[in-house]
């Protein structure tokens, strides 16, 4: 049983399904959205403290600058790395797409 606002026992609300839920695919994934350099920055940005907390630890009798260094080459790879990754991604995507397109439409 649910309490609406004024206090009152109802029954369950309906489910509802909400627009704002992600499109997912037949299998049950998530379809990747394009690639984007900016979408790529944010994550370098949130993985950046990461990877230098990651050098901090692992090579202690490093200067700071050196260390500031390190995880700056670390973060320059893994940016275009990580674009790279969502192109191809979201290129197998459309390339599975399309096939389940050709093949549904072969059946019919």
């Known amino acids: 049983m649910w309490v609406d606002d004024e206090g009152n026992e109802i029954d ?3 489910e509802t399904t909400s627009d704002k839920s992600p499109t997912r695919t037949r299998s049950g994934g998530r379809n990747p959205q394009p690639p984007s350099w900016q979408r790529t920055f944010k994550r370098g940005a949130i993985f950046a403290p990461i990877m230098f907390a990651t050098v901090l630890l692992l090579s202690p009798g490093l200067p700071l600058t050196q260390k ?3 995880t700056l080459l670390i973060v320059g790879i893994f940016v275009p790395f990580s674009y790279y990754l969502d192109r191809l991604f979201y290129r197998s995507a459309q390339r ?3 096939r389940q397109q050709s093949d549904g439409r072969r059946g019919s």
Do not use: L, Q
């Open 12 to 14: 369950a609300p309906p």
């Open 68 to 70: 500031v260094a390190n």
């Open 96 to 98: 599975r797409a399309a």
